[in-house]
């Protein structure tokens, strides 16, 4: 309303003592006074930061219509629910993590998990062993999770809050999870006729757990009207499985008693320049190739750069300019996106000319085909 968004009766109480800003209340006539609680516009994110930090799910309503031109009372509408697995924000989240929101379907001791990063349009799903599921939940490091409103919690989720789940379990419509709904709303989303380009055509499990997803975020996301390009099918068995003792052990993420990232495996090899490096080599660290191919192919471009330091030097100077295109063009996805971020992305994929150059020379085809070229972009972003 105005400059500030405002809470009114028990949410004004709740973000009052939450956010610790004043209570005040207004008067609605006849001696009736509504607890009311306000932030101001410019200082949302801070707020909702300490919210969603807090566990809340926070409802932010807009006006829809012109001020000038409604009569009456202006329209309002939720625009969109923010949970811990989908928040926006990029000043919201740690550059050099992903933040996922997880979906998990189970039947007859499997399971369907699939999870998505809406910063980077990351969508992903598998089936797997309920036993293995624990496991992968602590892999990814999932914000929160969706399951079933089913009376009774699944017993896996007894182990959330220890060994490193500790993610926000949310409840909902079990419709939503139904193979032939979840299907539906798939095939809707993306446009398509069959899930066969996915590769997950008879995967109910799967597919019910990216179903619940995408509803969810219909649901929640309504302004940012978010478009993913790709539901990316895997397999866990090709990557070798580390549980919670494993990874303490050879402290990967976190080392000692006090659990210090900074002393951690990952914080000993992260030279990455961009965040998107950072995330990467997080996910890598995490999830073990055991495909060989695929292993020499990383360990070949390694070599590379390792024997060439001029062009190693060259390309540590270039990826220095890049800035998170991952989330940039999530931002322009949902719509959210600002001017510098559009420049940046522009320039950023300037310098993807200049890595393309330096490979080019090279027999590393597999690198080569991750650098892609995208002049049509950079000019459209300059003409605007």
């Keep these: 309303m105005g400059d500030f968004y405002e809470t009114f009766d028990d949410d004004a109480v709740l973000a009052a003592k939450e956010l610790e800003i004043t209570l005040t209340s207004r008067s609605m006539g006849k001696g009736l006074r509504v607890p009311l609680a306000g932030v101001p516009v410019h200082s949302l994110d801070n707020y909702l930061f300490r919210l969603i930090k807090k566990g809340h799910k926070v409802a932010i309503c807009e006006q829809i219509s012109d ?4 009569k009456g009372l202006v329209d309002r509408d939720v625009v969109r629910i923010v949970t811990p697995g989908t928040v926006l924000e990029s000043n ?14 189970e039947l007859g001791g499997r399971a369907g998990l699939a999870y998505i990063d809406i910063t980077t349009g990351e969508f992903s799903a598998t089936e797997l062993p309920l036993q293995e599921l624990p496991l992968e939940l602590e892999r990814i490091e999932a ?42 709303a798939l095939l809707s989303y993306f446009g398509i006729l069959t899930l066969e380009s996915f590769g997950c055509e008879g995967m109910d499990l799967a597919v019910a757990a990216a179903g619940a997803i995408v509803e969810y975020l219909a649901r ?23 549980d919670s003792q494993t990874r303490r052990n050879l402290e990967l993420f976190a080392a000692g008693r006090n659990e210090s990232k900074e002393l951690s495996l990952l914080s000993a090899l992260d030279r990455t320049k961009t965040a998107m490096g950072g995330r990467l080599l997080r996910q890598w660290l995490g999830q073990p190739l055991l495909d ?21 030097a060259d390309s540590i100077s270039s990826l220095n300019k ?11 996805v949902s719509g959210t996106v600002n001017p510098r971020e559009l420049i940046a992305l522009k320039d950023g ?4 000319f200049n890595l393309r150059e330096l490979v080019d020379s090279t027999d590393l085809e597999w690198l080569q085909s991750q650098l892609l070229l995208l002049p049509e972009v950079c000019s459209l972003i300059e003409e605007s």
């Design 92 to 105: 919201l989240l740690d550059q050099k993590t992903n933040n996922y929101l997880a979906a998990v379907s």
């Design 67 to 70: 001020p000038a031109t409604s």
């Design 143 to 184: 914000a929160e999770v969706l399951v079933p409103d089913s009376a009774e919690l699944p017993v896996w989720t007894d182990q959330r809050n220890g060994n490193g789940n500790s993610y926000e379990l949310t409840p909902v419509e079990s419709r939503t999870f139904h193979p032939d709904e979840a299907r539906q």
């Design 349 to 352: 994929l300037g310098v993807v």
């Design 322 to 332: 890049v800035s998170d295109l991952e989330r940039i063009i999530g931002r322009i």
């Design 220 to 242: 929640t996301q309504k302004a940012a009207k978010l478009k993913l390009s790709n539901l990316a099918i895997y397999a866990t068995g090709t990557f070798m499985a580390l």
């Design 292 to 312: 060989l191919t695929a292993l020499e192919q990383r360990l070949d471009a390694v070599d590379h750069f390792y024997l060439d330091g001029l062009k190693r």
